[in-house]
């Protein structure tokens, strides 16, 4: 965006159902110019009480590190997910928690997930989405029902690119960029057409007002936090693109990042490494979730795991940016940046312990952080 906006916010009382987000000023010269940007609801607290039963325990799709989500149906039929934020004082109070859901409604974009509203009292911040029929991509690969079918490979390519889509735009067209540090296959919500759409990306903003790029506490899942952000609290897009690049291979192979490690476990043998060796001997059955049972496309499999191996390298700036993943799922550049990276690893054979952290992340990044601060699947 080349422009900055500004929020015009009305706060209205408990009981004003609504907030007015349409107002967006454009600063200086255009002074004088309104722009009516999209309507944001504010829900009484009464109203998502009704349509989530209080909040009841059948009515949960979902907990994560910023809260529980709940199903529910509003008065006019209309299904939604609430997230019922966790209950931490935060600084700001009231008008920065709507300026903050503000901005975050400025990211419009098909594959990120829409808010439809919040609600704020003295006790409770609730924020209000679409349902997602589909539910998640960890859902649909790990938790399907008997009756639900796998997901095709072809749905499997399409959620790498619509996830991918979605994380460019949150870093290079949001202003001010934001950034996820939860990507996982459990934030990649379906809709009804099986469309990856990207989901809790403005929520660690939410939680950290006063946060830039240092966080005092690391929020993430075990086996996807990026090695530099654990170790310095600094995260930056490229700790979403290391994310990315785990879920990924989630995607290909249908397992959770612990059981791949496990499965790369053995002395010295680190999940990178396995990976690698599997991808050069196009060993792919021993790789690739059997509940495709061989309908995939050998060379499409070779490329997604390409892209995994370059986005979680252990060296941030070594990394691919968002725009250039989706580039590349389109068939643009792959082939020389996977050439020029097998070069560069002949010249250094030996590791070192900054690139070798990149396999690492899967067993031991999250040893030292307490539960209650990791983010689990939502």
């Known amino acids: 965006m080349g422009c900055m906006f500004y929020l015009r916010i ?61 199903k529910g149906r509003l008065a006019d039929g209309t299904l939604v997910a609430v997230k019922r934020l966790k209950a931490e004082k935060t600084q ?23 808010l439809r509203g919040f609600c704020m009292t003295q006790t409770e911040r609730l924020l209000v989405y679409p349902y997602m029929a ?36 949150l870093h290079d067209h949001c202003d001010p960029k934001i950034i996820h540090r939860d990507v996982k296959a459990a934030n990649i919500l379906l809709d009804e057409e099986f469309e990856a759409v990207v989901g809790d990306f403005g929520l660690a903003k939410l939680m950290d007002y006063k946060d830039t790029h240092v966080t ?20 930056s897009e490229k700790t979403d693109v290391f994310g990315y690049g785990v879920m990924l291979l989630e995607l290909v192979t249908g397992k959770t990042a612990f059981h791949l490690a496990l499965l790369a476990n053995n002395d010295d043998v680190l999940l990178f490494d396995w990976v690698k060796g599997l991808l050069k001997d196009r060993r792919l059955e021993a790789f690739v979730d059997p509940d495709l049972k061989g309908y995939y496309i050998d060379e499409e499999v070779e490329q997604l795991i390409q892209v995994a191996l370059l986005c979680t390298q252990g060296s941030p700036g ?52 307490p539960p209650d601060v990791l983010s689990g699947p939502r």
């Open 318 to 369: 070594k990394r691919l940016k968002m725009s250039e993943v989706v580039q590349m799922l389109g068939g643009d550049g792959l082939a020389e940046r996977w050439e020029a990276w097998q070069k560069e690893e002949m010249f250094d054979q030996d590791f070192n312990p900054i690139q070798h952290a990149s396999t690492n992340w899967i067993m031991d990044s999250s040893s030292q952080i």
């Open 10 to 70: 009305n706060c209205a009382a408990d009981e004003d159902p609504e907030v007015d987000f349409t107002q967006i000023r454009r600063p200086a010269a255009d002074e004088d110019r309104e722009v009516n940007f999209r309507q944001l609801r504010r829900y009484s607290l009464h109203e998502l009480q009704v349509a989530t039963d209080t909040f009841s325990h059948k009515n949960i799709l979902g907990r994560g590190g910023f809260g529980t989500v709940y």
């Open 92 to 114: 700001g109070e009231e008008l920065q928690f709507q300026t903050e859901v503000g901005l975050i409604t400025m990211a419009v974009h098909r594959n990120l997930l829409r």
């Open 216 to 235: 005092t506490a690391v929020r993430g899942t075990m086996g996807h936090i990026a090695p530099e952000y654990l170790s310095t609290g600094k995260s």
């Open 134 to 169: 589909n539910g998640s991509v960890a859902s649909c690969l790990r938790d399907r029902t008997e009756a639900q079918p796998p997901l095709d490979w072809e749905k499997r390519k399409r959620i790498a690119l619509g996830s991918a889509r979605g994380l460019a735009y």
